[in-house]
């Protein structure tokens, strides 16, 4: 976990110097689980945030690197629930944190105004940790999934060196160690800065 966090607050510092050429976009993440992930967890998660960095190799190209993570919480009722081979009775809380960290290629549209819509595919990793709180006991499963990740967005151009974006991401870690398939949508809404 503490290797995470390094990413990212490494990751934070060096926004400035990315924005100095290409772009580096800061995003809100609102997330949605699906498949396995949506049976563990089925709330909407309000709590998530992603960076991405863009080099642009081309005009309507560009390569990067992707980051985020997303908090995904819910409370279950009084009821029966196994683990493993342990059953249990009473009220559970349920917590699943994704750290995507992939390698990015971005297709833009050029347009004449100032919409930019694009398109986008991920590739990497993503740390998934999942617990479930049941009175004094926590039961704590992760793994390190391979990750794919497809995106569709919108650059809002604003001001030179300023631009909106608005995307949909949807992120796939294929089962790893003790934890399914991770499949989650993401809706995001950011800033972008430096030169596009």
């Not at 390190?144 to 991401?169: C, M, Q, Y």
Request: charged content about 15%; overall charge negative.
């Amino acid at each position: 976990m503490k290797k995470i966090y390094t990413i990212i607050v490494i990751a934070l510092l060096a926004v400035p110097a990315f924005a100095q050429s290409n772009y580096t976009s800061l995003q809100y993440s609102i997330g949605f689980g699906a498949g396995e992930m949506k049976d563990f967890i089925g709330q909407v998660s309000f709590r998530g945030f992603t960076i991405d960095y863009r080099s642009m190799v081309r005009q309507d190209l560009g390569v990067g690197l992707d980051m985020g993570w997303n908090v995904f919480y819910e409370e279950k009722g009084d009821d029966v629930y196994e683990y493993g081979n342990i059953t249990y009775s009473g009220k559970q809380w349920h917590y699943s944190n994704h750290f995507p960290i992939l390698f990015a290629v971005d297709y833009y549209k050029q347009t004449n105004g100032k919409l930019t819509p694009y398109a986008g595919f991920g590739l990497g990793t993503m740390y998934s940790l999942q617990n479930t709180d049941m009175g004094t006991y926590t039961f704590e499963r992760d793994a390190w999934h391979f990750a794919v990740r497809p995106e569709l967005g919108v650059l809002i151009n604003a001001s030179p060196g300023l631009d909106f974006t608005i995307l949909a991401k949807y992120y796939y870690g294929l089962k790893a160690g003790d934890l399914p398939a991770q499949g989650y949508f993401t809706l995001n809404f950011g800033f972008v800065f430096g030169q596009f």
